[in-house]
């Protein structure tokens, strides 16, 4: 059944505000009883042109014949959130397979063409189905680069799942996420500020790579980081306290033959 203009305009709100109707009624300058009326209220009247003009001018992105007539997508970017997508699957064995989106298949994207068929190009991990975490979409992100050094290294897997645009707002500070933007792909630890200045901070490990901010509008998915896949193993560099632990080694083992002896 085909939504009403009312209904699309609900849609609408929940995904540009979070279904906050006194934000998204501010944001294009309105009172908010107006936004109400089209939305729960009495009259259910039907937005006019000067309100629909005020949505396209602070929302260029929204695609002007789905909002009048329900055609096409809801957004002109809507090709970079389309989660009707099925990309889990499991194996006869009960796995549970992820596709691996390496350094060529992060480039591709955002090129709008993630079909079931494009994941199906890329490469699989086969993993047990205890990893299985979420009905959402999972993927193996191939890490690129030192900016999550000495943490996750230039190569190594990050096994990650898509997290709902809904529940950005409770996201835990400190965790660590694939950003999906304009920008490509990238893997940073998460300090959460959407309820104070509706941006997320995204923190590299590696000191040498600066935080950057990115306000939610900017954000287009969210993937947590639940594993890591990787062949660097962490060196010990305290060659000193080794050396002690084996002096103290050595005399407890001289100590121990000499009372056994006596």
Not at 94 to 113: C, D, E, M, S, W
Request: include cysteine; charged fraction near 25%.
């Amino acid at each position: 059944m085909e939504l009403q203009v009312n209904e699309r305009l609900m849609s609408l709100i929940d995904v540009l505000t979070r279904g906050n109707e006194k934000k998204f009624a501010e944001s294009i300058g309105v009172k908010p009883a107006v936004i109400n009326n089209y939305t729960t209220g009495k009259q259910q009247s039907k937005p006019g042109f000067e309100v629909l003009k005020k949505i396209l001018d602070v929302y260029p992105d929204v695609n002007l014949e789905w909002l009048l007539v329900g055609k096409g997508e809801m957004l002109k970017s809507q090709r970079k959130n389309a989660m009707n997508i099925v990309v889990a699957t499991q194996d006869t064995a009960g796995n549970f397979v992820v596709p691996v989106i390496n350094r060529k298949a992060a480039a591709n994207y955002l090129t709008g063409h993630q079909t079931q068929e494009y994941f199906e190009q890329l490469d699989a991990l086969n993993l047990p189905s205890t990893f299985k975490r979420s009905s959402n979409p999972s993927y193996a992100l191939q890490v690129a680069g030192d900016s999550m050094m000495p943490t996750l290294h230039d190569g190594d897997l990050v096994i990650c799942t898509l997290t709902n645009s809904s529940d950005w707002e409770y996201l835990n500070d400190g965790e660590v996420y694939v950003v999906v933007s304009e920008n490509g792909l990238q893997v940073k630890r998460l300090k959460n500020r959407l309820n104070t200045h509706q941006d997320m901070l995204f923190i590299s490990d590696n000191k040498a790579h600066k935080p950057f901010a990115m306000h939610a509008d900017e954000i287009l998915e969210l993937w947590k980081v639940h594993w890591k896949l990787s062949t660097n193993l962490e060196e010990n560099h305290d060659d000193e306290l080794v050396n002690k632990l084996h002096t103290l080694e050595s005399r407890l083992e001289r100590l121990e033959k000499k009372y056994i002896i006596e």
